[in-house]
């Protein structure tokens, strides 16, 4: 029922800045979230940031915190990830994520829909 698709990553130097986004097509649920994970080669995916429908409630793991803003705009389905300060640990593939009910923002076993992902690389 939804369709993601992610766009924007690609390779930059440490203090630089990438901007991702996330195209949804189908329908998309106003009690759920949609969020962004990460995961980087030999390591298990790891939440970033998650948003609510009105945009309102928006929520960051603590490595991120102060560096990375994510935002929507429902009336183009889009989710945003603004990433400021980028370092080496930020190199991952970075995939949007949606649920079809609410449920837990920081547990990936609570998101229904992936996008294919894009990567992420931040050199010294």
């Known amino acids: 029922q939804v369709h993601l698709v992610e766009s924007g990553g690609g390779l930059v130097q440490a203090g630089g800045s990438l901007r991702l986004s996330c195209a949804a097509s189908?329908?998309?649920?106003?009690?759920?979230?949609m969020g962004w994970f990460r995961q980087a080669p030999g390591k298990e995916r790891e939440f970033v940031a998650a948003i609510s429908w009105s945009g309102d409630n928006t929520y960051y793991a603590d490595s991120v915190k102060g560096r990375f803003t994510i935002s929507r705009d429902n009336a183009k389905d889009t989710v945003y990830l603004q990433m400021n300060s980028l370092k080496p640990e930020d190199t991952a593939v970075y995939y949007c994520a949606a649920q079809n009910y609410r449920g837990y923002y920081w547990r990936s076993d609570e998101y229904h829909y992936w996008g294919q992902g894009t990567q992420v690389t931040v050199s010294s």
């Open positions: 189908g329908r998309t649920f106003s009690s759920a979230f």
